[in-house]
């Protein structure tokens, strides 16, 4: 096989620290007050115990007879019964449980987010803030979660559950050089570990690249998820411990370049297991497409080539546009996105090619297949 060694090329990854500064803490001094009732003691006083033994009558048939024999009359009689009546007894549950629970309005939010359109370049700027004044994380090292999601059901500057977060569209997490991943059921670890905030309110934003990370195909909302990083356990506890923003599009604007698999190249050496197209379809190839203005900002190309070794190239109207990223013969698709020049378009019909490039050594063609070429543009 002439074609042994894969070389991926990928772009710059952004890496976004956030940030806080710590001010002076504001601690709330809780004064526990015990009040003491003494108890009650109640003394009725020593019983008397006769000192002199009665003496005996003469004639015992003349004992008097006591004139003052005890009746039930002397002890009082209760007026209502001590057994409670029917109505008394606990034969109904009362109406509201002894133990309320908390709603979630008895909790702040600590995290509130926002996020709009910073440039015509597809770069959003997401803002936030964090108040800890009511929560005891001063000085807690917290983890934070970042998500981008599709088609949000969740409210905006409101709290959420997690099942509202995924119940919305597709969720992609941050990573932490600001790449965004698929969720599938599997975290590969916090956007930023370990931030610290203080107790007073920190307000603050950073950029996000859309399309180094991703997020740039469609509307979609940013979300965000804080946890006890020495407890695991979630800073809200009440059930919904997530915060959303608004939605925002990156780019309004959608060209195909190419809407088929082609293949270049000239047959020589048919190595690849599964050739979408097998046979090729010449050294170069040309394809028109169509845009609706020229853009107001830069282009996000997404493309996915197989196949490719050599130094393989792609022309836009008639100049270089680049060089295809050489994957030695793997037999998977390699996706990427990249920034174009407004100013290398047209308004209306567009011309992309497709050439191909030859091995000096023995006089033999590249073979590659491209396919998924499209714009985004505002």
Known sequence: MRKTQAVAALGAALIMVLVVGISAAQTETRTSISAATP???????????????????????????????????????????????PTMSPTSLPTETPTVMPTP?????????????????????????????RYDFEGVPVNVYLAAVTAPVFPEGEPFSLDDLFASGEVRLFTS????????????GPTFRDVVFPSVPVEGSLLIDTATSGIYQETYALAAVFINADTGEFVRTDGLPAAGSGTFTPFMYHADVLTRTIHVGDGYDPYMATWEVTHPMGLTI???FYMDHVPAGSVVLRAAVWGTYYNDPVYLNGSLLGILPRMANRNYWLWSAV??????????????????????????WDNYMAKGWELYYN
């Open 286 to 288: 040309d394809t028109d």
């Open 339 to 364: 920034h174009v020049a407004p100013q290398r378009f047209n308004a209306g019909k567009n011309v992309m090619r497709f050439a191909d490039d030859v091995n000096p050594a023995d006089g033999h």
């Open 39 to 85: 108890a009650s003691i109640f003394d009725a006083g020593p019983t008397e115990t006769p000192t002199e033994t009665p003496t005996p009558t003469e004639t015992p048939t003349e004992i008097p007879t006591p004139t003052e024999t005890p009746t039930p009359t002397n002890t009082p009689t209760p007026s209502v019964t001590p057994t409670a009546t």
């Open 177 to 188: 050089t600001m790449r965004s991943y698929v969720y599938a059921g599997i975290v590969n």
């Open 105 to 133: 309005t008895e909790l702040p939010n600590y995290l509130t987010l926002g996020a709009e359109l910073e440039n015509l370049d597809g770069v959003v700027r997401m803002s936030y803030r964090v108040d800890f004044g």
